[in-house]
Nanobody
Framework: QVQLVESGGGLVQAGASLTLSCAAA????????VGWFRQAPGKEREFVGV????????YYAGSVKGRYTISRDNAKNTVYLQMNSLKPEDTAVYYC??????????????????WGQGTQVTVSS
């Protein structure tokens, strides 16, 4: 069982940077890949990126590649989402999630089993 809690959201201006954290409770957190998703009002949830268990491999959606960076500190049971050059269209509730089992890379959306409650990111123009 893994419990995830996001933090770090807020209101920023376009072009700013923001770092989200995903803190996990669970002894085996370091064995899980962790993904980030976002959902804007009136839109479907969108995959943002994922990091493997060791932090050595990442995969990003095209819309954020080059602007967002995922990292993790397994000693702190925390995964980070560094967001640079933020745009108004990045406004969304951001969620971290972890798959219970990993059968492919990157994990398919349906493989994510554990979810956090989300943190709001608002980018003003």
């Amino acid at each position: 069982q893994v419990q995830l809690v996001e933090s770090g959201g807020g209101l920023v201006q376009a072009g700013a940077s923001l770092t989200l954290s995903c803190a996990a409770a669970g002894r085996t957190f370091s064995s899980y890949a962790v993904g980030w998703f976002r959902q804007a009002p009136g839109k479907e949830r969108e995959f943002v990126g994922v990091i493997n268990w060791s932090g050595g491999t990442t995969y990003y959606a095209g819309s954020v590649k080059g602007r967002y960076t995922i990292s993790r500190d397994n000693a702190k049971n925390t995964v980070y989402l560094q967001m640079n050059s933020l745009k108004p269209e990045d406004t969304a509730v951001y969620y971290c999630a972890a798959p219970r089992y990993l059968s492919s890379w990157p994990p398919a959306p349906y493989e994510y089993h554990y979810w956090g409650q989300g943190t709001q990111v608002t980018v003003s123009s």
